[in-house]
């Protein structure tokens, strides 16, 4: 079903609700928000079909939710710049208004109506495919950084690899005449629970959006392969919010 | 009288003498300050007839001021440049030179040679209107800035208007899809002093531009009407410091 | 001899690796390093042979450093985003690889290896010329900072010099309207070694450039003539590192 719903009336601390739209806002410009009594669900895949986002925000992270299952189709731009205008300690209010099709947004007397997209001009959801992928390894959010930063500086490519030999966990990159390489060793890493071997090789941009979107902070558990996809979870608002990226690997060459 | 004084020398601290500048150098490029042993008054209207500003800064402002009355044409810009030299606590030590007609500008040992502008060559100072508006209410500066950035959201007009049976004051923007609005009600004011029905609209450019001047502590008194100018005031300098911000409305079309 | 050492391998905190680096960095993209058992040597001078650079930075001011004599050729600006990634803190291991012939920069677990240049290819080192000039005074780096601000609002060229009556030194800068002057007294000065009259002109964006290296807290020792190269000096890393620019001067026209 395509309709949005017939009530949505929620009220969400602002940093919630930032952390949520800058996971969803760095791949895609519009969205789809699914709504349930459940809380809310997010699936969006960017124009090139090279990444996908999977996020929920559940209702335990709302002061209030009040809703039944619908569609949203939101303007990602226009929501982060209103959400922008709220301290991140302000509660927002948000509310739907049937008649109108609009999305009032409150923020300490502040009113902002956002008009709405109609959700089937938005590009389908993307199945987010079950791939028994076999390492998995847990790093900070800092680590990444790092990598991406490192590599960034000699390529617009980067390898993630898993050693399980060595029991480590790797970012490197090739560029023309350098490289880097950036190994994290069993006390660097938050968890190494199922050290296989993987090895892929990824768009160093798309790595770099995700992380701009990743708390330094936040356990970012990877689940990767060999030549496979790459899928990094992390969660936000206390454990009630959780995105899953996964990114399509660049075939590599020799 | 168009000359420059006999004497101007004074002595002031450069937090007081950037507060002035950033006041009127919002609208205008060169000016004319009036002196007199009162004090410095300061007249300009910008290039487009839309924004005038009166500022008066009297000689309690001063740590010493000795001049008699007379006229300073000044680079408003070439003067906000060297005034920025000096930290906040600084004292800024301005001297006419008579001979020269240029003005002597120390700060710390550092002295800077400015050039006079002809006043002559500065467009007339305008006349502000005394125009009796209805409607009177004080707001602190940071719920100034919080409505122009929202406004600028969706739209470069913006709307200001007092509800008389509300007893509140409104901030709101049309734009193509959205719509923005902050209402302050009798708690969010410093004071409703005249509860008037009023309502205009407003270029948003320029009172962004006020808005940058306006202390975020600062208790702004706006004086409205019914598709009228408005009128800003607001003190700095421990209220030895007056700026009065005047504000032509723009027709509003339906 | 232009071969590269047959060891090298050093540890060096970030922080003084990055004073060395900016010392030279703001006059050339590329340079030679001097390897000894004494430490490193650095000489270079700008494409349009008006700024040289002489910087040493001695053993004592690694934490290990083991190596032969020989030349490494940097392609600079790889070199300084490689220790960019590093804190201020933390240790850099840096490793030549006689084989590869590429240096290996370690930073926390992050290997950079870093493609060197071949020194014939790069700018012959300049031989910096002992002048023998009559001024020497010691200055505060802020208050070059300062000079260097001002004069910048009304030109492009920098007056230094030493008043041997007054002990006082001052930059100056006439522009076509303002003039600037900032005059240091006894007082305001580190040290006045050598009152001699000295008085000459510089090109503005050198001494902007060289002022970005050299740190706000360090007393800089001036030597300057009359219309004659000026030279600063300014130590970092507890002393064990050491900068001397020369800059030419400009023919004063009148």
């Known amino acids: 079903m395509k309709s949005p719903p017939q009530e949505f009336d929620a009220i969400v601390e602002a940093s919630t609700l930032k952390d949520a739209i800058d996971s969803v806002g760095v791949l ?12 809310l669900q997010i699936r969006a895949v960017d124009p090139a079909n090279v990444g996908m986002v999977d996020l929920t925000l559940s209702a335990p992270a709302f002061e209030s939710l009040n809703t039944d299952v619908g569609i949203l189709g939101i303007s990602w731009d226009r929501f ?8 991140n300690g302000d509660l927002v209010h948000l509310d739907y208004d049937h008649e109108t099709r609009k999305l009032n947004v409150e923020i300490n007397g502040l009113s902002y109506t956002l008009a709405l997209i109609d959700p ?21 959010g800092s680590q990444i950084a790092r990598g991406v930063k490192a590599a960034d500086m000699v390529s617009d490519h980067i390898r993630l690899s898993v050693d399980d030999v060595e029991q480590s966990f790797s970012f490197s990159a090739e560029g023309d005449t350098d490289d880097v ?7 660097d890493l938050v968890a190494l ?5 993987a090895d ?12 701009k979107a990743i708390p330094k902070d936040a356990e970012v558990t990877m689940e990767l392969g060999e030549e496979f996809p790459i899928k990094l979870h992390f969660g936000f608002a206390e454990g009630h919010g959780q995105t899953t990226y996964m990114l399509a690997p660049r075939i590599q060459s020799d």
């Open 28 to 39: 895609v410009d519009e969205c789809k928000i699914r709504t349930s009594p459940e809380g």
């Open 80 to 87: 982060e710049k209103v959400i922008g205008l709220a301290n």
């Open 120 to 140: 089937d001009s938005i590009r389908q959801e993307p199945e987010i495919p079950d791939l028994n992928l076999p390492a998995d390894v847990t790093v900070e």
């Open 181 to 187: 390489d950036l190994k994290l060793e069993t006390d």
């Open 193 to 197: 629970s199922s050290a296989a071997p």
């Open 200 to 211: 892929s090789l990824f768009s160093l941009d798309y790595l770099k959006d995700m992380n």
